[in-house]
């Protein structure tokens, strides 16, 4: 039993020296079986190339979208500082405080208006 369990060894040690100098030496191309599957291979590697090429773009889409994110938020968080600003600004009280340091003729009435009836 010990010759053949050394036997055994011995053979798989063989096939994987075997395969590693197949690869090596470049014995591989001129393989029957890598020669009729060279057009598939081929296509393989070009489907990966074309699945990393798309990733990579998809990528890159991805940042851009997020940079445009940031920016169209940064810009709305702007208008409504700016809105509210203006609100505040234009406030009747604010209106008036800024007529008194202007020394303007202009104030608020203090008759109520009324319409002329013919």
Not at 23 to 28: C, E, F, K, N, S
Not at 75 to 82: F, I, S, V
């Amino acid at each position: 039993m010990d010759t053949e369990a050394t036997q055994v060894k011995k053979k798989k040690k063989k096939k994987k020296n075997r395969i590693l100098n197949t690869i090596i030496g470049g014995r591989l191309f001129t393989n029957e079986l890598f020669r009729r599957n060279a057009a598939l291979l081929a296509l393989i590697v070009f489907y990966a190339f074309i699945y990393v090429s798309n990733r990579y773009e998809y990528e890159r889409e991805l940042l851009r979208i997020e940079k445009l994110t940031k920016r169209r938020d940064n810009l709305k968080n702007n208008l409504l500082t700016l809105k509210s600003e203006f609100t505040s600004k234009s406030r009747q009280s604010e209106l008036e405080k800024i007529l008194q340091t202007r020394e303007s003729e202009l104030g608020t009435m203090s008759k109520p208006m009324y319409s002329i009836k013919k």
